[in-house]
C-alpha cells in the first residue's frame, strides 16, 4: 500500500515532532513556565496505560472473548476513586524519601536493604521485558501489513540488520536517552517526556476514534447494524460473560488491573516520580476512567465488525483496527491509524525503559561498584558521570533485549496474552507496598520471601506454558507435570481446572505471595533501621515536615567527608546550595561544632537518595561515616519521647489559643468597663448639672419671692416656675429609679387588654404640638387594623414618646411615625432625617448614660437614660428595638410580638 521509505518517512517524522514537542517543553521550564504542571496533562501521562495491547490487542481480544476485554479498564475505573488514600501516600514517601522507583520504593520501607531492591529490579526486567516486546511486536505488524496487506506474515527468518523493527527500536532509544537521562537525579521532573507522553495520549486517542467512527458509520450503519450481523454471524455468547465462571473471571482480571495501574514501573514513574503537585490526583480521579472510557467505545464496533467482515481473510483480530481502512482503500485514514499505533507502543516502551534504566543502575551496578573498594578509590570523582553512562547503556540494552525477544519468542503469541503475563509478575509486588504503607508490623523477611516464592510461581504457571508453546520445554510437562505427578501441571496446579491460564496463575502466586509475607512478618522480629522506617512510612502524614529528625540515627561523622560525598554527584555548586538550605530550614550552624548533626547525615542520605537509590545512598553514607548500632529499645525509646514532645507541643499550642483568646476576652471586657466608668463619669457630670440648674432656679426664685414688694402677677409666675422646675428633677429622679428597677428585675409591669393603634395616635397627638413647633413635617403610617395587646401601655406610649422626642430633637426637617404587623409582631418605626449616629457609636447607642456626639447643639441634650430605659422596657415585652441608617434617614424600630408573657429577671439575664 504504501513504500517503505513513506513509511519510515512518517515515522521517524513523527519521533521529530516528539523530540521539538520535548525540547521546546524543557525550554519553557528552564525560563520558569513549566507546560507540565498543569493536571490535565498529569492525568494524560497516566494515560500511558494504554498501549498497542489497548490500541490492537483489546480489539483482538474482545474478537475472542467478548466484553471480558473490558476488566482491563474496569479495575483502574474503580480504584480511581481510591487515589487520593493510596496513591496520594505513595507519593508523598517518594517526594520526602527521594525514592526513584518502585524497586527503590520497597527497598527502602524495609530497612533500604540492598538484596531486596536488587530481587525487585531483576523480578521487573523478567516481568517487563516481554511486554516491551510485544510493543515492538505491534510496530513491527502494522509496518508491515501498511506495507504489504497481503503478507502479514512476520519475517521471522530476516536479520536484525534488514528489520525496520530493529532500527525503529534504535529510534526510541536515542530518544529516551537524550529526554530521559539529562539529570543525574532520578526523582528529577522529566518535562519534554511528561509532555511528549501527554500528546502521544492525545494523539492515539483521537486516531483510535476516527478509525472506530469509520468503521460505525462509514463500513457498517451504526452500532445496531454491526452488533445485528454479529448476531447472524453466530457471534451472540460475545455479547455476555462465558462459562459458568465468567464473574470470577471478571473478579480476577479487574484486581489485576488495579494492581497494575499503581504498581507497573511506567505507571510509578509517570503517576508517582513526575507527580509535581498532591492534588492533581483529583482531576486525574475522574478524567483518567473518562480517557478509558473513550478509547474503549468503539472496541467491540471494530472487533464485531472485523469478524462479520474478514471471516476468511489473513488479517488477525489484532490487526483489525488497521486492516478495515487497508481494506476500504483509505490510504491516509490507515497512515493516521499506524502513527496512533506507533504513539501507543513507543509511549510504553520510552517510558518502562526509563524506569527500568533507573533501577538496574541503582539497585544492581551502582551496589556492586560502590562494594569494590579499589573502584570507590579510583572513580570517586567520576562516580556521577559513570551512573549517567549506566543508564544510557543501560535504556540500550534493554529495547535491544526487548527486540531480541520479540523476534525468537514474542512474535508466537497475542499482543494480549503476553501482557497479562506481564502484569501478574507486577501483581507480585502488591503485598510489600500495601502491607508496607499501612503495615508497621511488615518485615523485610517476609516482603523478600514472598515476592520470591510468587515470581517462582508466576515464572512456572504462566511464563513455563509458553515457552513449551515456542519449543523450548518438551510437551510432556503440560501433559503429565512436573516429575510425573499430574497435581504439578502448570496450567492446572493442584487440581485446579476452572480458572484461565491467566486467573489460575495470578491465584496461586499472589496467594502464597501474601500469605507467606504476613506469617513470616508476624513472627519476625524487625531490625531499628527497618522498624524506623515501617513507622515513617505508615505515619508519613505525621513526619513528612521533619523527616530528617524523625528518621534516627547514631554515631560521628564529619562535615568535609559528607560535603566531598555530595560533591562527587551533585557538585560543587548544588552541594553548596544544598547544605544552605539545610542550614536555613533547620537553623543549625554547619561548623558550629566538630561532629556533624545527626539531622545532616539523613539530609545528606538522603540527597542521594534520590540519585542512586536508597540502598546505594546508605552504603556511601555508611563509608564516610562512624555509625553506631542502635537497639531496638532505643528506637522505640526515642520514637516514644519524639510522640510525647510532639503531643505536649499540640497541647502548649491549645494552651497558648487559649489563653490568647482568654487574653481577647479581658482586653474586650477591660475596654467596656473602660467605656462604662467614662460613661459613668458623664453621666454624674450631666445628672449634677441637670439637678444643679433646677435647685439654683428654684433657690433664686423662692429667694425673690420674700421681697414684698412683687406683685401678685409676678409671685405667680415665680412660682409656676418652681414647679416646673422641681417637676424637671422629679423627672430625672423617676429615670434613675426606672433603670435601677429595670436592671434588678424589680420592675412590674401592669399589663391589660390595649389597643394598640389607639395607643399609638395617642402618643403622636401628645408630640404633635411640639414637632410643629419646630417647624417639622411630621407624617404618620398606620399600616394596620386595630389589634389588641397585653401592654403596659404607659411603658409601651414612655417608648414611643421618646423615640418621637429624639426624633423631634434631632431631625432637620422631617419626623415619621410607621407601624404595621408583620410574621406576627407589631413592628414600630421612627424615622427623622438628623446627622444620624455615626457608625462607631452605634454599638453603644442604648447603653446607660450614653449621649451621641453627632447632634445639632453644642452640649448633649438630657441626661442619657432614654433610649436604655426603652430598651428595658421593650426587652420586658419580649421584644427587639435596633437602630438603622437607610438612604441618608435614621431610622429606631422595635417590635413586640402579638401574645406577649412578661420575662422573669433571670430569664431577661438570658435573653440579654
Not at 534520590?610 to 561515616?625: E, F, Y
Not at 399609638?760 to 401628645?766: K, Q, V
Not at 442619657?864 to 437607610?886: D, F, M, N, T
Amino acid at each position: 500500500m504504501f513504500s517503505s521509505l513513506l513509511i519510515i518517512s512518517f515515522t521517524f517524522g513523527y519521533l521529530a515532532l516528539l523530540f521539538a514537542i520535548a525540547w521546546f517543553s524543557e525550554r519553557r521550564a528552564k525560563e520558569g513556565r513549566k507546560l507540565s504542571n498543569h493536571p490535565a496533562i498529569y492525568a494524560l501521562s497516566l494515560a500511558v496505560y494504554c498501549t498497542a495491547w489497548t490500541y490492537y490487542g483489546s480489539v483482538g481480544r474482545a474478537a475472542s472473548n467478548g466484553i471480558e476485554f473490558l476488566a482491563i479498564y474496569i479495575g483502574p475505573s474503580l480504584i480511581a476513586p481510591l487515589w487520593w488514600i493510596v496513591m496520594r501516600k505513595i507519593i508523598r514517601i517518594s517526594k520526602v524519601q527521594r525514592i526513584s522507583s518502585i524497586a527503590d520504593f520497597i527497598s527502602s520501607r524495609y530497612g533500604k536493604n540492598i538484596t531486596l531492591g536488587g530481587i525487585v529490579t531483576v523480578f521487573c526486567l523478567v516481568g517487563i521485558l516481554p511486554y516491551t516486546s510485544i510493543q515492538i511486536k505491534a510496530l513491527a505488524t502494522s509496518f508491515q501489513i501498511l506495507q504489504d496487506s497481503q503478507s502479514v506474515e512476520l519475517l521471522a527468518g530476516l536479520p536484525f540488520y534488514q528489520d525496520t523493527a530493529f532500527y525503529l527500536a534504535l529510534g526510541l532509544a536515542l530518544f529516551t536517552v537524550l529526554f530521559g537521562t539529562r539529570e543525574i537525579e532520578a526523582t528529577a521532573q522529566h518535562e519534554g517526556l511528561v509532555m511528549a507522553v501527554a500528546f502521544e495520549s492525545i494523539f492515539k486517542l483521537l486516531a483510535f476514534l476516527v478509525v472506530g467512527v469509520f468503521v460505525s458509520y462509514f463500513v457498517f450503519d451504526g452500532f445496531g447494524d454491526i452488533f445485528g450481523q454479529a448476531s447472524e454471524a453466530g457471534f451472540e455468547h460475545l455479547f455476555v460473560m462465558q462459562g459458568e465462571n465468567g464473574a470470577s473471571e471478571w473478579f480476577y482480571m479487574s484486581a489485576l488491573s488495579m494492581m497494575a495501574i499503581l504498581f507497573l514501573p511506567r505507571q510509578f514513574q509517570m503517576g508517582v516520580i513526575e507527580n509535581t503537585n498532591e492534588k492533581h490526583i483529583d482531576t486525574a480521579m475522574w478524567l483518567f476512567p473518562l480517557y478509558l472510557l473513550l478509547i474503549n467505545i468503539f472496541v467491540l464496533p471494530i472487533a464485531f465488525g472485523g469478524l462479520v467482515y474478514f471471516p476468511s481473510t489473513p488479517f488477525e483480530a489484532d490487526t483489525f483496527v488497521l486492516a478495515f481502512p487497508i481494506a476500504f482503500d483509505q490510504e491516509w485514514l490507515a497512515m493516521l491509524v499506524y502513527l496512533g499505533g506507533f504513539s501507543a507502543a513507543t509511549g510504553m516502551i520510552i517510558v518502562s525503559t526509563i524506569a527500568l534504566s533507573t533501577m538496574v543502575s541503582n539497585n544492581l551496578v551502582m551496589p556492586l561498584l560502590i562494594f569494590n573498594q579499589n573502584f570507590q578509590r579510583r572513580y570517586q570523582h567520576r562516580l556521577g558521570k559513570i551512573l549517567i553512562w549506566v543508564r544510557r547503556i543501560g535504556i540500550f540494552a534493554i529495547i535491544l533485549a526487548a527486540y531480541f525477544y520479540y523476534h525468537e519468542v514474542a512474535g508466537r503469541f497475542t499482543i494480549v496474552s503476553i501482557g497479562l503475563i506481564s502484569f501478574v509478575a507486577i501483581a507480585q509486588f502488591a503485598p510489600a507496598i500495601i502491607g508496607g504503607i499501612y503495615w508497621k508490623k511488615g518485615a523485610r523477611v517476609g516482603a523478600l520471601l514472598g515476592i520470591i516464592a510468587g515470581f517462582i510461581l508466576w515464572f512456572y504457571t504462566l511464563v513455563v506454558p509458553t515457552m513449551v508453546t515456542a519449543g523450548y520445554i518438551s510437551e510432556n510437562l503440560l501433559v503429565d507435570g512436573l516429575f510425573g505427578f499430574g497435581f504439578l501441571r502448570p496450567d492446572q496446579l493442584l487440581g485446579f481446572r476452572d480458572l484461565s491460564y491467566i486467573s489460575h496463575g495470578l491465584f496461586f502466586s499472589l496467594s502464597v505471595n501474601t500469605f507467606l509475607y504476613i506469617a513470616i512478618s508476624l513472627f519476625t522480629e524487625q531490625s531499628s533501621k527497618e522498624h524506623n522506617q515501617a513507622v515513617v512510612f505508615v505515619d508519613i502524614f505525621r513526619y513528612s515536615t521533619s523527616m530528617d529528625a524523625a528518621v534516627i540515627w547514631k554515631g560521628k561523622a564529619y562535615l568535609p567527608d559528607l560535603r566531598a560525598l555530595l560533591v562527587n554527584f551533585l557538585g560543587e555548586q548544588k552541594t553548596t546550595v544544598a547544605l544552605a538550605d539545610f542550614s536555613r530550614d533547620t537553623g543549625k550552624d554547619l561548623v558550629a561544632k566538630g561532629y556533624v548533626d545527626p539531622e545532616l547525615v539523613n539530609y545528606s542520605e538522603r540527597l542521594l537518595s534520590g540519585i542512586i537509590g536508597a540502598a546505594s545512598a546508605r552504603i556511601l553514607v555508611a563509608s564516610v561515616v562512624q555509625e553506631e548500632e542502635i537497639s531496638m529499645e532505643e528506637v522505640l525509646d526515642i520514637l516514644k519521647e519524639t510522640q510525647e514532645l510532639k503531643s505536649l507541643n499540640q497541647e502548649l499550642k491549645e494552651k497558648s489559643k487559649a489563653l490568647k483568646k482568654a487574653s481577647q476576652k479581658l482586653q474586650s471586657l477591660n475596654e467596656s468597663l473602660q467605656l462604662n466608668d467614662m460613661l459613668k463619669d458623664e453621666f454624674i457630670s450631666t445628672v449634677s448639672h441637670e439637678m444643679k440648674t433646677p435647685i439654683t432656679s428654684i433657690r433664686a426664685f423662692s429667694e425673690i419671692l420674700l421681697d414684698d414688694d412683687l406683685s401678685e402677677e409676678e409671685r405667680k409666675r415665680f412660682l409656676d416656675i418652681i414647679i416646673q422646675e422641681t417637676k424637671r428633677m422629679t423627672r430625672l429622679i423617676d429615670q434613675v429609679l426606672d433603670l435601677e428597677r429595670f436592671d434588678s428585675g424589680r420592675q412590674e409591669l401592669n399589663l391589660e387588654k390595649t389597643p394598640v393603634k389607639t395607643l399609638i395616635l395617642e402618643a403622636c397627638d401628645s408630640m404633635n404640638q411640639l414637632i410643629k413647633e419646630k417647624e417639622l413635617l411630621f407624617e404618620i403610617k398606620m399600616n394596620m387594623e386595630e389589634v389588641y395587646m397585653n401592654l403596659d401601655q404607659d411603658r409601651i406610649k414612655q417608648v414611643i414618646l421618646n423615640l418621637l422626642s429624639n426624633a423631634s430633637k434631632f431631625g432637620k426637617s422631617w419626623v415619621c411615625m410607621e407601624a404595621e404587623i408583620i410574621k406576627g409582631e407589631l413592628e414600630v418605626k421612627v424615622w427623622d432625617d438628623g446627622n444620624g449616629v455615626p457608625e462607631e457609636e452605634v454599638p453603644y447607642i442604648f447603653e446607660k448614660f450614653f449621649q451621641a456626639k453627632n447632634q445639632t447643639s453644642k452640649k448633649p441634650i438630657g441626661s442619657g437614660l432614654g433610649l436604655a430605659i426603652s430598651k428595658k422596657i421593650v426587652e420586658y415585652h419580649q421584644g427587639k428595638i435596633a437602630l438603622h441608617r437607610i438612604e441618608g434617614k435614621t431610622c429606631f424600630q422595635f417590635s413586640l410580638p402579638l401574645s406577649i408573657d412578661v420575662l422573669n429577671k433571670k430569664q431577661l439575664s438570658g435573653h440579654e
